[in-house]
Every structure is written in C-alpha cells, then in structure tokens.
C-alpha cells in the first residue's frame, strides 16, 4: 500500500489546506501596528479608553490623540481593521483636544520626539513622553504594592508638587548627578517617586555601591528595590528627572540703601467682616499676601471686594522686599500654612458666591517666624502645625 503524505491524506479527506500569510509591512506600517497595540493594551488593563483632558497620566492623553488620529486616516482604519478585537476603531466618542489630533502618527511621535530632546523643558509643563516599552520596563524593576501608610507621605508629595509649580524647586534630567538618598525626590514614568528609607550600602557584583530602598509613589504604591535599579530605570527614561531640594534663595536684602530696588512688599491683613466665623476667630484670621505696587492702593476699596471678604481691613504687618520673584515667594508661604488656610463662601456685590483665598487660620507670631526663617534659609520642609500652632519640620 502507498504511504500518503500529509498532503495526500488531508486532499483524500477533503480538507482544504490553509495557506500560510505573510504579511509584508513597511516601517511605518509597523509603527502604526505597534502603537495601535499599546492603546489596546491600555484598553485591556483599565477596561475603557484613554481620555484627553486632565488626567494624571500623560501617556494616557497621549494615547487618546493617537487613537483620535489613527480613527481619522482611512489608510490606518484598513491597516488596523483584522487586529481591532476591541472595536476601537469604530467608537464615536466627542473629544476635546488640541491641534495634534490632525497629525498622523509619525508626525505626532516626531512632536514628541521633538520635545523630549528638548532639555530646557520643564517636566512640570507635562512635555515629555515615553513608548509603552519603556513604561512597562520602569514599572517592573521590582512589584509595586499598595502603601498601607501613604497618608503619611500624601504631604510630602503635595508640597514637592507645588514647589516644583512655584519654581522652588527644579527638573533636572537624570544623569549629571547619579546620587540617591533619603528624602530625594524623582519623576519616574511621570509619577513622581520619594526614596522614604536606603538601607546600608555593600558592593554589588560589578563593583559599584549599591544599597536596599524603600521607594514610594504618588499614585499611594511602594516597592523594595536596590539602588542600582533605580538609577538603571532613570537612565532608561529619557524623561526621568531629579527634583532639586528647595533653592529659596536670597529673598530680602541685609541693608537697606539709597540703591535698594523694592520688588515687593509681604503683607498681613486682618478682616472687619461680620461672618460669624471670622467674628468668633478674628484675632487669628489673616490674609498672606505679596505686592509689587502701594498696599494701600490695593485695600482701598476692600469693603466692596470679595477678595477682602467684602470687608475693610487693618494691616497687621508689612515685610519689604528686594530683588525677588514675588510669585515665587507667595507660594513659598501659602504652601507652608495650607493646613491652616480656611474655606469661606462669601456673596459677592452682585449675590454670587465666592471664595476667597489667601486667608488663613494662624498667629500672627508665627507668620513673623516663617518671615525669619525665609530670610535665613532655614524655611526648608518646614510646614504649619495647626495642632501646636507652630512651625515643625516634615519628617
């Protein structure tokens, strides 16, 4: 009896043979296969699309331009149809995003790469992109678990945000200086990461001191892992960055002379307003404030304006300054007394609602303190205690 081959056998059982594809995709093809996959990838883990707007990830409004690109370009739409399991490509959803959604993919990953060369962008303005590949290999370098005890560090990263907003701190690329210890801040796959605890150093195989860390995370995770592997995964994120520690500079002048240029003046309200509560604390309630112009120029007309709880005012101290970013120093303040700042709803001269800011629930004494310290440098992760009412350092 004959042998049959495969062939044979399966044409005498009539089963068709299916011919092997291969698919021949140009780079550009590939890029656009790959990206797309990404965005699925995102879909898979978090169950919905990327969204534009004001997300805490960028890689998501990233995605979701790429996404609103890729459903626009017919040739995309056909490329991409046999590997939309998901129906991507077929979802009408209402955007609201800048003019990068006319770009095709290469040009809006070209924009990016544009950007990320780009040293003198700040991080803070939330240029800077990476691929998917690069995310992943950051998150892995060891397993991320919840932090029972973030609500302990939740401070330390809001005042890290706001200096970083406020210019008293900076992004620096990762590089230049390697060092990591105690309380130095990164930004890591664009979350910012604290190193709480670095254990004692010992050599690593290849030589170079290495040391046990206990990092934790914006988003409230915390992993175990070894310096080494931190310093590899900023170096691998071409937007890793090194906060500064705070630099205040030199915010007043020691002597005052002819040649003194003023930039500013701080100054310390207190309200004559009849709202009960600031009736029942008002030997405590003050507004903090910075001005480059007259501050009686500025109160004149207080009892007509929201800003000044549509009350006149009495000014409890004044502050001259000299050679300073004013913006800079009002953050300065407001961040140190934000556990003391009290929210109050007042109408305004046309009934609307308002809430005014800068107003704060603190001695004057102590306002006198953090002035001090300021001027000597030593305001450095201090904060507001309203428990004590007085300044403590953050641990």
């Given at each position: ?44 883990r ?5 969204q ?8 998501e ?19 991409l ?32 790469e ?114 080494r ?15 500064t ?43 903090i404030?910075?001005t ?99 300044l403590?350092?953050?641990?």
């Amino acid at each position: 009896m004959t042998r049959l081959s495969d062939d044979d056998l399966l044409d005498e059982l009539g089963v068709e043979k299916e011919k092997v594809k291969t698919n021949s995709y140009s780079s550009r093809e590939e890029h656009i296969i790959a990206g797309f996959k990404e965005i699925q990838g995102f879909v898979e883990r978090y169950e919905r699309l990327p969204q534009h707007g004001e997300v805490d990830e960028v890689f998501e409004r990233m995605y979701a331009v790429r996404l609103d690109s890729l459903r626009a370009q017919e040739e995309c739409r056909a490329l991409l149809s046999s590997l939309d399991y998901q129906g991507l490509l077929n979802k009408n959803e209402v955007s609201t995003t800048d003019s990068k959604e006319t770009m095709d993919d290469d040009d809006l990953l070209s924009e990016l790469e544009d950007r990320d060369n780009n040293s003198d962008i700040d991080i803070s303005e939330l240029n800077h992109v990476r691929s998917q590949t690069e995310i992943k290999a950051a998150e892995e370098i060891a397993k991320r678990e919840k932090c029972s005890e973030f609500s302990r560090f939740q401070p330390l990263f809001d005042k890290a945000e706001y200096e970083l907003s406020t210019g008293v701190r900076q992004a620096r690329p990762f590089g230049k200086d390697t060092s990591v210890n105690t309380g130095n801040f990164f930004i890591l796959g664009g979350q910012l990461v604290y190193v709480a605890e670095k254990g004692e150093e010992f050599k690593a195989p290849n030589g170079q001191p290495d040391a046990r860390l206990r990092v934790i995370y914006s988003n409230g995770t915390e992993n175990n892992l070894l310096l080494r592997s931190l310093q590899r995964a900023l170096y691998k994120d071409e937007v890793g960055r090194r906060l500064t520690d705070p630099d205040l500079g030199s915010f007043f002048s020691a002597t005052w002379d002819e040649e003194d240029i003023e930039s500013g003046t701080i100054y310390v309200l207190r309200s004559f307003s009849n709202h009960p509560f600031v009736i029942e604390h008002r030997e405590l309630i003050h507004k903090i404030g910075v001005t480059g112009g007259k501050l009686e120029t500025r109160i004149a007309n207080a009892k007509n304006d929201a800003t000044y709880l549509m009350a006149d005012v009495e000014v409890i101290a004044t502050y001259k300054l000299a050679g300073i970013k004013r913006t800079k120093l009002e953050g300065i303040l407001h961040r140190i007394f934000t556990p003391a700042h009290i929210d109050l709803t007042i109408l305004d001269r046309f009934g609307h609602p308002v809430h005014p800011k800068e107003w704060f629930l603190v001695p004057i004494h102590v306002i006198d303190e953090a002035v001090e310290r300021i001027m000597d440098g030593s305001i450095t992760n201090v904060v507001y205690d309203p428990k004590t009412a007085s300044l403590v350092h953050l641990a």
